[in-house]
């Protein structure tokens, strides 16, 4: 059954997929912050950048496999779209920045951006190899 030809299981199978994904994203924060503190936005940084991995290896497998678009939506936007979250980030950031811890704000722009970047043309690459 293809699942862009029934909007309904779409529709299902999306919400599903952030179910998934905001759960793991909550248990991945939940966990770094216990062991590594709220100083820094570790967690969010760990999430977002894990999350631009898989989002490049999924648009690899699109590419090579562009048959599959329906499970590509279903990661991308349901899993990954709840997974990854650049609000928290930018209000992290913000709240560094008003706290004074300029440089701390400032590191976390340029690592999210660089290394997420970076991240997702990773996953890219090693996506092409695989498929």
Do not use: E
């Amino acid at each position: 059954m293809n699942i862009q030809t029934h909007p309904a299981l779409l529709f299902m199978l999306l919400a599903f997929a952030a179910a998934v994904g905001g759960m793991l994203r909550f248990a991945v924060t939940s966990i770094i912050a216990r062991y590594c503190g709220v100083q820094f936005p570790l967690a969010t940084l760990l999430v977002n950048s894990s999350g631009a991995l898989a989002m490049g290896l999924v648009a690899a497998m699109l590419a090579a496999k562009p048959d599959m678009s329906g499970a590509g939506l279903v990661m991308m936007v349901g899993f990954l779209g709840s997974y990854t979250t650049v609000s928290s980030f930018s209000l992290q950031t913000i709240s560094l920045w008003q706290s004074h811890h300029y440089r701390q704000a400032l590191l976390n722009i340029g690592l999210s951006f660089g290394l997420c970047l970076s991240l997702v043309w990773c996953g890219y690459s090693a996506g092409c190899l695989l498929w």
